[in-house]
């Protein structure tokens, strides 16, 4: 069983990215391929993203608008259930609804390529988290149930979209999905995580309220600290809860 504390992956950087489209260069880029996301280049007066411009325009190819993400660690919680639905609250062992926030989350796959960044479909989401108390299903002490886990295959957009709860909190991590994108013979996994003043007032409502303060914010997460930062949902209030969107651009 995997420690949930354990670090793997690396980000993609810009000569992985250059290297995809047919490029080749050495300077870094951190998180992602859209311009506003790119760093200074040595001399400091030539920016990395005044390089990459003239770099693929003299090529022809277009700057893709994808987000590469860090790969994270699966973690001890996963469960291959081989759940295909959407509605990822109920346990189907005896009907029950997990109690909590509802929080709609979708996942926009791309796929980085020579052309820039096509929508992937037919790549399978599985999603995996924690109650509001804190507790996964089908391991420990809740061996047997399957709430708040599932999968969905990406539609002709890249899309897969997932109805769930806020997730709850335990020990020593701070609030997260886990995430798995499969697609042919390729896997990523990955987390998502949540803004902590977003989270303090959600937290605020039951039945968070029962499981008391969360004992880790985002900066005491050894996890986070390595790109969680890119990882973070935008939640927005919706008629019905809460919902959130996140773009990822694949390495195919």
Request: charged share 20%; net charge negative.
């Amino acid at each position: 069983m995997d420690n949930d504390d354990k670090l793997v992956g690396q980000i993609l950087n810009r000569r992985d990215v250059l290297r995809i489209l047919g490029l080749g260069s050495a300077a870094t880029l951190l998180t992602s391929c859209a311009p506003e996301a790119l760093e200074t280049l040595a001399p400091t007066t030539v920016s990395i993203t005044e390089a990459v411009t003239a770099e693929l325009n003299a090529t022809g190819t277009s700057i893709p608008m994808c987000v590469v993400r860090p790969e994270m660690t699966e973690g001890p919680y996963f469960v291959d259930e081989k759940l295909n639905r959407s509605d990822i609250r109920e346990d189907t062992s005896d009907g029950a609804i997990s109690a909590g926030a509802p929080l709609e989350v979708i996942f926009n796959v791309t796929q980085v390529g020579a052309n820039g960044c096509t929508a992937l479909p037919n790549a399978q989401v599985d999603i995996w988290h924690c109650d509001a108390y804190g507790v996964y299903s089908d391991v420990e002490n809740a061996v047997g149930k399957n709430f708040l886990r599932g999968y969905q295959v990406t539609d002709a957009n890249g899309a897969a979209k997932f109805a769930t709860i806020y997730p709850g909190w335990y020990p020593g991590r701070a609030v997260h999905i886990h995430f798995k994108i499969r697609y042919e013979n390729q896997e990523f996994t990955s987390q998502l995580f949540f803004d902590d003043a977003f989270t303090d007032d959600v937290y605020a409502q039951e039945p968070y309220l029962q499981k008391g303060l969360r004992n880790t914010l985002n900066v005491q997460d050894g996890i986070y600290g390595n790109g969680g930062n890119q990882l973070l949902l935008n939640v927005m209030p919706n008629a019905s809860g809460y919902v959130a969107s996140f773009d990822i651009g694949m390495q195919i």
